[in-house]
């Protein structure tokens, strides 16, 4: 596509790697049936094509950004199935990244969309704040209908039950069961931490019993992504500096094999420091980080694992699109539960969003909820036991109205492997047998 930024814009390093990939595409349109947006809305904006010519538009211009732009841009899932079939290989996530960095500096939102935003950046990266927001929503959930959207989503979303905070996130190590054969650290997150303790107790039980030495490193949390995916770059690249710094003290200690991730927003995420890094003077540290991220079904397949259940449930795997377009990884989880002996159904339309996105449950809950009703059709088809996937986010959401439990693939894991069969599943206990 042809470009038109003038000689000052193009020497500002965002810009012009914007525009190399701005130039690649073809707007031949490849993407565009697989855009979820676009399939539900059916307006030509709302694909990713539309949306890669509105951000060359955005980018060029200097002035503010019209509405109607801001509004397809926070539109965007950032599910990224678009860059699945871009024969061009289009980075749109850079491009969506700079995109939405862009908006965020030259545009004013109005008051209740500014407030929602900083509500979610300032409590979601963390945990205790976070879980301190939700207790008080738990209280204000009878009168959530008399609040203004979104906040009445953030009280709706609240789940009834939140676990309290589990000591095995704290900075520490947990020894290998027998010989050490490799040394990990693990990302314990923060809203995972405030939602749900046992996907990361699971992942360390599966781990050490593996063989592997499990460093929570001190000054690692939240990776950065819930701010980035608003365009708040400063937020996040404070976050995601954090982390590889308690990391890189890590590796230059003892050492590290790998980091491993069991929220697949996040390890899109830190698997792209490098990039966010490009021009930082942390950047080759950025490098080595995402160099060693894992996501831990990754970590896992590397290793032979010790099956002591045979579990005999039908699983609906739910491939999360962080998971499957952002890392790639699409056929690992599901080998793995099928190894383990789990029968995996295949869901139709295996390939869209559930609409949960990070926060764009709470900022786009028309669209959002759409695309959670068709996915837990196709994926409570089949009469299964539970779905599994690997992302709290998505989790969340998809239980707000699930009719089975969700579960994380590697509380599956854990099980099969030796660990408590996930609190969820433990009326079906039976018919696993
Ligand atoms: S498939 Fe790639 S090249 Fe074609 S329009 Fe979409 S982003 Fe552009
Ligand atoms: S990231 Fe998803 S919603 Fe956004 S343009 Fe690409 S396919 Fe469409």
């Not at 992504?225 to 937020?235: D, N, R």
């Not at 869209?352 to 009703?373: D, F, H, V």
């Not at 030796?418 to 609190?423: L, T, V």
Request: net charge positive; aromatic share 6%; hydrophobic share 35%.
């Amino acid at each position: 596509m042809q470009t038109n930024f003038n000689q000052q814009q193009l020497t500002l390093p965002a810009i012009a790697s914007s525009e190399v990939e701005l130039r690649a595409c073809l707007q031949c349109d490849y993407c565009t049936p697989n855009c979820p947006t676009y399939k539900l809305l059916g307006d030509e904006y709302d694909s990713s094509r539309g949306r890669v010519y509105l951000i060359k538009e955005l980018l060029e211009s200097e002035g503010k950004p019209l509405q109607k732009t801001v509004d397809y841009i926070d539109r965007c899932l950032s599910c990224l199935a678009c860059m699945s079939t871009c024969p061009s290989s289009v980075h749109y996530q850079h491009l969506l990244d700079h995109a939405r960095e862009s908006i965020e500096l030259r545009h004013q939102r109005k008051p209740l969309d500014r407030l929602s935003r900083w509500l979610l950046a300032k409590l979601l990266p963390y945990p205790n704040r976070f879980r301190l927001a939700m207790q008080t929503a738990k209280i204000l959930k009878p009168a959530a209908s008399m609040l203004p959207n979104p906040i009445r989503g953030m009280v709706e979303y609240t789940p009834d039950r939140l676990p309290p905070p589990s000591p095995n996130d704290e900075p520490q190590v947990f020894p290998a069961k027998g010989e050490r054969k490799r040394r990990v650290a693990l990302l314990t997150g923060c809203a995972q931490r405030a939602l749900n303790t046992d996907i990361n107790d699971a992942t360390i039980r599966i781990l050490c019993r593996h063989g592997c030495e499990v460093v929570v490193a001190q000054g690692a949390g939240c990776c950065g992504a819930v701010t980035h995916h608003m365009g708040k770059s400063k937020e996040s690249l404070m976050a995601a500096a954090k982390n590889i710094r308690a990391w890189m003290s890590e590796i230059d200690g003892d050492g590290l094999d790998a980091i491993v991730i069991n929220t697949s927003g996040c390890g899109t995420v830190i698997k792209d420091y490098g990039y966010m890094f490009r021009n930082h003077s942390l950047a080759s540290q950025a490098e080595t980080i995402a160099g060693l991220a894992k996501d831990v079904t990754e970590l896992l397949s590397e290793m032979e694992l010790d099956y002591r259940v045979k579990p005999g449930l039908r699983i609906s795997y739910h491939a999360t699109c962080s998971l499957q377009f952002g890392q790639r990884v699409r056929f690992t989880p599901r080998r793995l539960l099928k190894t383990a002996g789990f029968t995996v159904l295949e869901p139709r339309d295996s390939h869209t969003c559930c609409g949960a996105a990070g926060t764009y449950n709470l900022l786009q809950p028309e669209i959002s909820t759409r695309l959670k009703e068709n996915k837990l059709k196709a994926l409570e088809a089949g009469s299964p036991s539970a779905v599994a996937a690997g992302n709290i986010g998505c989790m969340m959401h998809l239980m707000s109205s699930s009719r089975i439990p969700v579960v994380h693939t590697v509380e599956l894991l854990d099980w099969v492997t030796g660990g408590p069969i996930p609190s969820s599943l433990n009326d079906i206990q039976s018919e696993a047998g």
